[in-house]
């Protein structure tokens, strides 16, 4: 599933840096500066949007990278309910010595509520 969308992502890369090399190879004429069929402004503008996108897509699959290699969040941290959590730090808290056992039994009571 990674790999097909680290593939995806790189023929769309390609696709898009090669969009600017087709638009001039359709323009027809002697040179850039030919009168009536070339874009006009219309070749800064899409030049642009092109830069964009190409850095877009860029980012964007260095991101993706990224957190696959790394594994992402971890999935303990996303699969605790906050309950659970909050009372295994108060049973560290008191397996530590932080807290007495009234303290914590009263706290425990609390949060089972």
């Known amino acids: 599933m990674k790999k097909g969308l680290v593939n995806a992502l790189l023929a769309l890369s390609v ?14 004429g002697p040179g850039y500066w030919h009168y009536g069929r070339d874009w006009g402004w219309g ?3 899409f030049g ?19 957190r ?6 971890s999935q303990e941290s996303r699969s605790l309910p906050a309950r659970k959590r909050a009372l295994d730090i108060l049973e560290e808290r008191f397996a530590q010595g932080e807290i007495d056992k009234e303290e914590f039994e009263e706290r425990k009571r609390l949060l089972s509520d």
């Open 43 to 45: 070749h800064m503008i």
């Open 15 to 28: 696709a898009l840096v090669s969009l600017p090399a087709l638009a001039q190879a359709a323009a027809e």
């Open 48 to 66: 642009s949007m092109m830069m964009l996108l190409f850095w877009g897509v860029i980012i964007v699959g260095v991101v993706i990278v990224v």
């Open 68 to 73: 696959w290699l790394t594994g992402g969040p």
